[in-house]
């Protein structure tokens, strides 16, 4: 049997540490493969190369699930209540409510499940093996642990493999490292203690071979693979409830006893002192029930949120899961990978130095633009032989694509080409002149390049490049000291560095040999690459640190590229770095203090991103993650917030994340959480405009009942109130702009109060003044002897008006409402106007309404009365926002 099925008293080495034969031997297989027999035997015991397919909740749970909320049970118990008592209007309004927000979160939410397919479906189909010694095309499932495959570019690794044999090959492993250049193979053993990106002996499931070939045994399938063991992290993570849902839920749930207390203590009152019949002791809680529960305010949330998801749209940020609108508001800690997100993924030459002469180079990415600019009176030394070499000695090639300059073959290659034409080359025309006639292929045992070219004017020369300390190795070590300093001082910068070098050869010669490459060969100099940032991404952070929301890059690349970029992007005033291996030593109990102090981790796997994420929840952040790879899925799916790139990333770290980012721009997070900070103000604007109206009707409801009075509203007439201006002016709110301090506050806590002290008290104060404007017109219409019907139609169309002038009030809680413009208000404020208009008019004097909710037609005369009341209480609130801002407590957005 293969050893991954034996139990040892101790833990083998890894594969990587491993030389070849030895893993041959552990494996129990050959340079020929296996044979058909044993391969048969193994895929019986070892299972098909497959991930296992996720569990999947029922689509009938599903649901069902969306009911699992307190204050739904709450409506749902009223509706029950009311359809026993005979009440079918009132029930069945309260339920239709209740399914259509169970409808809407269905179908919001019912694909956020998906990362592990998308895994799967990473998997290639087809693969090259060696069975029976001879070459066989098998399906990727049937692999087993032993199997010899053959590669070459463009194959995707169908599992976890040990090199046996490698020729010029290469790697894009970014999707597991997040390194954003191809990673070097070699046959050799590496430290047993290497990272991922360090085990150049090993190949892994779902990376693609970038370049060259090679023969692997295979040593891992199925969920042993690493992508296999990414696959198990995410089944593990719990999706975290939302801060708005918490504390929606948090609310309801108090909300719930509250209410359930007081119809209980009501309904007892009525029995015992009023000595009510049980049906209208009963019909009095359902109208207390129907008064305080705002039914219609789960579905504003939610059509808040969708706008919100419109909004963020047109600026290229796709929501997946509805919450996720709110929650970027929340955000405090946005964790970014670099490759591709806070850098464009592209390789740039940074510096050129050419003997004594220091130069930088402007421009970023592909593109052939930017000058060449000296740094020191040196004198020229030669920059454009070193140039020159960089672009013979070379097989890249760039072409522009819809205004996008893009590079054919390895992104450093490729920015030696563009560099080539910043300075004024003509590239085809060059390599013509400059006839190719022989090369030696990099090598990561060599590591070095070479060329053979002829040129009719100037002969016969090789051209090399490759790693700065073997091209000097190669030179004789001229000015050894001199060239190391400047190789560390590129590498201090986070550059990643390659040395050239030339030597003239005889005419003639036609094949370059490696003896060829030494004697008589010239140092030229050395070139610094970096992956540039993104030009936007620098506001972007300074936005967010403006704001209050902290930024850390946790990335896998090397600790002082990353910490470089961090600088350039002034992640913070001193970003501190710390590397995976160094993490692994800091305890839980200190992990705290690292965060505090850290803005960079480099060199990381997924289980680092995953830890570092979960302590920053623990420490009461709410997390917004980004990441384009498999390796990022599961922080993607245990942060608050996983934001994918669209672009760039991987279909799994989408399906994992709750927004996408069409454009892979980091810069538009900061507009999205811009917009969630908006929803979740137009939220609380939602919620202080519509709790006064369910306080002043089930205030008015209790103090009808302590006094002995008749009912001034019926459940039915309560609904209509509550149902008519909630999806009429509640939806009004939604569509605010921005308040002009948005990204000026720090992030609200991730316990705040959904209610803030301020709320509470315009909740409170607003339900006092609409319980007097109901019983003063009641006992106005009782009074005139107009009859119970009257007198409630008119006690709905004042609670109506109230509301009407209510929420011109509360859409400028820090200003006057006073104004032109908070008169006239935006146009979909002044259609909605003329519904809610329309409706009352219908309800007032429409024979079908008048048979469904009791109503009765009013003179125009009290009509007049109605809104003069509403034009007193509007006073009243501006006198007291008038006092309130005086003393400074008007910031109903601003307090936690």
């Known amino acids: 049997m293969p050893p991954s099925s034996q139990q040892d008293a101790v833990a083998p080495p890894p594969w990587y540490a491993l030389q070849p034969d030895e893993v041959l031997e552990r494996v129990q297989s050959s340079p020929e493969g296996l044979t058909s027999t044993e391969a048969a035997r193994r895929l019986q015991a070892h299972g098909r190369n497959e991930l296992p397919a996720p569990r999947r909740q029922h689509p009938v749970m599903r649901f069902l699930s969306q009911f699992n909320n307190a204050l739904i049970y709450f409506m749902v118990s009223a509706a029950v209540i009311a359809f026993f008592l005979d009440h079918a209007v009132d029930s069945a309004v309260i339920f239709a409510v209740v399914l259509i927000n169970a409808i809407v979160g269905y179908i919001q939410e019912g694909k956020a499940e998906q990362a592990l397919e998308a895994i799967r479906n990473m998997m290639v ?3 090259t093996v060696l069975r029976d010694g001879h070459r066989r095309h ?57 990272d991922l990106g360090d085990r150049h002996c090993m190949l892994y499931s779902g990376t693609i071979v970038a370049a060259g070939q090679g023969r692997a045994v295979v040593v891992e399938t199925g969920s042993a693979t690493e992508i296999g063991r990414i696959s198990s992290m ?8 939302t801060p708005l849902l918490q504390q929606i839920n948090h609310f309801g749930r108090l909300f719930t006893w509250f209410a359930l207390s007081l119809a209980l203590g009501l309904l007892a009152f009525a029995r015992l002192v009023h000595d009510y019949d049980w049906i209208d002791a009963f019909m009095v809680v359902v109208a207390i029930s129907v008064g305080l529960v705002p039914e219609g305010l789960p579905a504003v949330i939610t059509i808040t949120l969708a706008i919100g998801v419109q909004r963020m749209a047109r600026r290229n940020a796709i929501i997946r899961r509805l919450p996720a609108v709110e929650t970027l508001g929340a955000t405090s800690v946005i964790c970014s990978d670099k490759t591709g997100t806070l850098t464009r993924n592209e390789m740039t030459v940074r510096r050129m130095v050419a003997g004594k002469a220091h130069y930088l180079v402007e421009g970023t990415g592909y593109v052939p633009e930017g000058e060449i600019k000296p740094q020191d009176d040196a004198p020229d030394q030669g920059w454009e032989d070193l140039v020159r070499a960089g672009l013979l000695c070379n ?42 006639l022989d090369e030696i292929p990099f090598d990561s045992k060599h590591k070095f390049m070479a060329t053979l ?62 003896n060829d490459v030494g004697d008589g ?21 300074a936005s967010c640190r403006s704001a209050g929301v902290k930024v850390k890059m946790i990335t896998g690349d090397h600790a002082a590229t990353a910490q470089a970029i961090a600088k350039q992007l002034h992640l913070a005033d001193e970003p501190g770095v710390m590397t995976g291996a160094e993490l692994d030593k800091v305890p839980d109990e200190e992990l705290s203090a690292v965060l505090a102090n850290t803005s960079v981790f480099a060199r990381t796997t997924p289980e680092h991103k995953l830890r570092i994420v979960k302590a920053l929840q623990q420490q009461g952040e709410v997390v917004a993650m980004t990441g384009d790879g498999v390796n990022d899925a599961p922080s993607l799916k245990q942060a608050d917030v996983g934001i994918a790139m669209g672009r760039k990333g991987t279909e799994a770290a989408k399906q994992a994340s709750e927004m996408v980012l069409a454009d892979d721009n980091f810069a538009t997070i900061v507009a999205a959480v811009h917009a969630g900070r908006t929803v979740y103000d137009n939220v609380r604007k939602v919620i202080a405009w519509t709790l006064p109206t369910n306080g002043g009707e089930a205030l008015a409801v209790v103090i009808a009942l302590l006094l002995g009075m008749a009912l001034p509203m019926t459940p039915a007439q309560i609904l209509w109130i509550n149902m008519v201006l909630t999806v009429t002016l509640g939806l009004v709110l939604a569509f605010e702009p921005a308040e002009p301090d948005v990204m000026e506050r720090p992030p ?43 007198a409630r139609t008119m006690v709905v169309n004042t609670l109506v008006v109230l509301e009407i002038f209510y929420l011109f009030n509360v859409r400028y809680l820090n200003a006057k409402s006073f104004s032109w413009r908070g008169l006239v208000g935006t146009p979909i404020l002044l259609v909605a106007l003329a519904v809610v208009i329309v409706a009352q008019l219908a309800f007032t004097y429409t024979a079908p309404l008048h048979a469904l909710f009791a109503s009765a037609p009013i003179d125009w005369r009290d009509g007049l009365v109605i809104i003069l009341i509403g034009i007193v209480f509007m006073l009243v609130l501006e006198f007291e926002k008038m006092l309130m801002r005086k003393r400074g407590k008007t910031n109903v957005l601003a307090e936690s």
């Not at 463009?154 to 390194?179: F, K």
């Not at 995410?234 to 409830?241: A, G, R, Y």
């Not at 073959?409 to 002149?433: F, H, S, T, Y």
């Open 234 to 241: 995410i089944s593990k993570v719990e999706t975290l409830e």
């Open 521 to 541: 060969l010239e140092f030229l100099g050395i070139m610094g690459f970096i992956d540039p940032p993104r030009e936007e991404v620098l506001d972007a952070i």
């Open 748 to 790: 609200r806590p991730r316990n705040a109060a959904l209610l803030s002290p301020f709320l509470l008290w315009r909740v409170g104060f607003v339900s006092v003044l609409f319980t007097i404007g109901v019983f003063v017109i009641f006992e106005y219409a009782m009074q005139r002897e107009l009859g119970e019907e009257v």
């Open 453 to 514: 070219h002829h040129h009719e004017g100037h002969g016969t020369w090789i051209f090399v490049k490759g790693a700065p300390e073997s091209v000097l190795e190669k030179c004789g070590y001229p000015d050894h000291e001199y060239w190391m300093e400047r190789i560390s001082e590129a590498a201090q910068q986070g550059e990643r560095v390659l040395g050239f070098a030339a030597k003239r050869c005889e005419d003639g010669k036609q094949h370059l040999e490696f």
């Open 138 to 194: 098998l399906e990727v499932g049937e692999l087993v642990p032993g199997d010899v495959i053959v590669l070459e570019a463009g194959d995707s690794v169908p599992a976890d493999a040990r090199l046996l044999r490698a020729r010029q090959l290469s790697c894009e492993e970014a999707i597991l490292t997040g390194e954003s250049v191809p990673s070097q193979k070699q046959e050799q053993a590496v430290a047993e203690d290497a």
């Open 395 to 436: 097989d890249a090639k760039l072409e522009a694509q819809s205004g996008q300059w893009h590079t054919l073959g390895d992104p450093m290659e490729g920015a030696l080409v563009a560099l080539a034409m910043k300075a004024g080359k003509d590239v085809a025309q060059e390599r013509d002149a400059w006839r190719r």
């Open 125 to 127: 189909p087809q693969v």
